[in-house]
């Protein structure tokens, strides 16, 4: 059976609350798509997120973004090399070859799969953050993603900020990302979103972003 949402939304949302909304198996972008967050990243955030890589080039391509005249927050890809900051002038890059990845990002350090690594921390850009591409001083979106993502998540000391997963808007078809805290529907800026298939799933099952494997399981 098919599970839908019946959400209400922040007052800046164009979306009305009789929207519902049919869960997805991923959202993809393919280097035309972006949606700016309109929300500007905190000291004490993490940033957490599943996802493919769909295409390995030499030309940056960014999961999120932003960046001011001081420093800048991102996570993206060069070739099979992720280079990422928080609060940082400079990247740190960590070198991968994994086809499906999980990141999570906060002050100090960044976690992609089982790998740990530290980062230098400055100052956060007081720009909102970009996902599917990054954002400069000029606020323009650039080097956009070519990714298909099950997860982006948000979370402070107090709890989830946002919570977004892939959907399709049942009214009229439109692919994006909702989020499961405020109610508020993300589509993209500019070209539409690829979408994977419906998820069907029945009563009393709860889905799962993916299923990870310690070479102790058979």
């Not at 007052?11 to 500007?40: A, F, H, K, N």
Request: hydrophobic share 35%; proline share 2%; with cysteine.
């Amino acid at each position: 059976m098919r599970r839908r949402a019946l959400l209400s939304v922040t007052p800046s949302s164009i979306i009305t609350p009789t929207d519902t909304y049919t869960r997805l198996t991923y959202i993809e972008c393919d280097g035309q798509q972006y949606i700016d967050l309109g929300y500007v990243v905190k000291e004490d955030d993490i940033i957490e997120a599943d996802f493919i890589l769909t295409k390995i080039a030499n030309a940056d391509i960014f999961l999120f973004g932003t960046a001011d005249a001081n420093a800048g927050l991102w996570f993206e890809f060069y070739s099979k090399t992720a280079y990422v900051r928080f609060g940082a002038s400079e990247s740190k890059s960590i070198s991968s070859s994994a086809g499906k990845y999980t990141v999570k990002l906060q002050k100090g350090k960044v976690t992609l799969g089982t790998t740990e690594t530290a980062l230098e921390y400055e100052q956060l850009p007081n720009n909102s953050i970009n996902l599917f591409a990054g954002k400069g001083s000029s606020y323009a979106a650039y080097s956009r993603g070519h990714y298909r993502c099950t997860k982006f998540r948000i979370s402070d000391s107090n709890g989830l900020v946002m919570d977004l997963v892939p959907v399709k808007r049942d009214s009229d078809g439109v692919i994006g990302m909702l989020d499961t805290v405020s109610g508020a529907f993300y589509e993209s800026a500019e070209e539409p979103f690829l979408g994977g298939g419906e998820v069907r799933i029945t009563n009393d099952y709860e889905i799962l972003n993916h299923i990870a494997f310690n070479a102790d399981k058979s």
